[in-house]
């Protein structure tokens, strides 16, 4: 397994402002991904960020939203920009670990940060 | 893309029974199916999971299913504990880039154990 710790654990923010969330890792990883989960939901894939190149984003997601940087293997952030309190929901890491099978492997999850936006 | 159907949304059943918790998914390319576990305010946990080659796996109390199929999986727990009760996601990927797709996840089950 590995640990993932991600900065702010919880916040609460003014509408049109804007927040980083950071994901550190303790181990090699191939990939890491951001979710978003609003409350009482599902995890929505936001992008998978990619180290040194633009993140790759799903759809209903855009760059100039959802800024994400990847400078190495093992850190990552996500910047939530302009917020309004729709944006409010637990903001998810993920990463699959180095040494992960051919097939796609095990995700693991930081502790999310819970984002409160007013 | 992919879409993750979960049913039931909610679950109840009484202590030492089995629950079953069924998902489809609709593109035929994915190959790996995981379940996680979410207790409340805490970050989901894998459980089990299984890849399109295998049609059964388990774990203990803990059973996966695939028909490829019909394109649906399935997760039995056997001899529910009080411990059990959290709510439950079922995912898939696609292996098209050697492991760089992301998981879709279904909308998850609330799984209730009653005593």
């Known amino acids: 397994s590995a640990v993932i710790s991600q900065k702010p654990s919880r916040d609460i923010c003014q509408r049109g402002t804007s927040l980083t969330i950071q994901c550190q890792v303790d181990?090699?990883?191939?990939?890491m991904f951001w979710y978003r989960q609003q409350p009482g939901q599902s995890l929505t894939l936001i992008a998978t960020a990619n180290q040194g190149s633009e993140a790759t984003y799903e759809s209903g997601f855009v760059i100039d939203k959802f800024p994400i940087s990847r400078p190495n293997l093992t850190f990552s952030t996500l910047t939530v920009s302009n917020m309004s309190p729709e944006d409010s929901s637990i903001y998810l890491c993920?990463?699959?670990?180095?040494?992960?099978?051919?097939?796609?492997?095990?995700?693991?999850f930081g502790e999310g940060s819970r984002l409160t936006v007013l | 893309g992919e879409n993750v159907e979960q049913h039931p949304s909610t679950l109840s059943v009484q202590e030492g029974d089995s629950a079953v918790i069924k998902c489809t998914y609709s593109d035929s390319a994915s190959n790996y199916f995981p379940w996680y576990k979410q207790e409340l305010g805490k970050r989901p946990q894998l459980i089990i999971d299984?890849?399109?080659?295998?049609g059964e796996k388990k774990d203990q109390r803990i059973a996966v299913t695939l028909n490829k199929t019909a394109k649906h999986f399935s997760l039995h727990i056997t001899e529910t504990q009080p411990e059990d009760s959290a709510v439950y996601f079922c995912a898939a990927s696609s292996n098209s880039g050697g492991g760089a797709d992301g998981l879709t996840f279904g909308k998850g089950t609330h799984l209730i154990i009653q005593p």
């Open positions: 993920s990463v699959r670990l180095a040494g992960s099978s051919f097939f796609a492997g095990e995700l693991f």
């Open positions: 181990s090699q990883v191939t990939m």
């Open positions: 299984i890849r399109s080659n295998v």
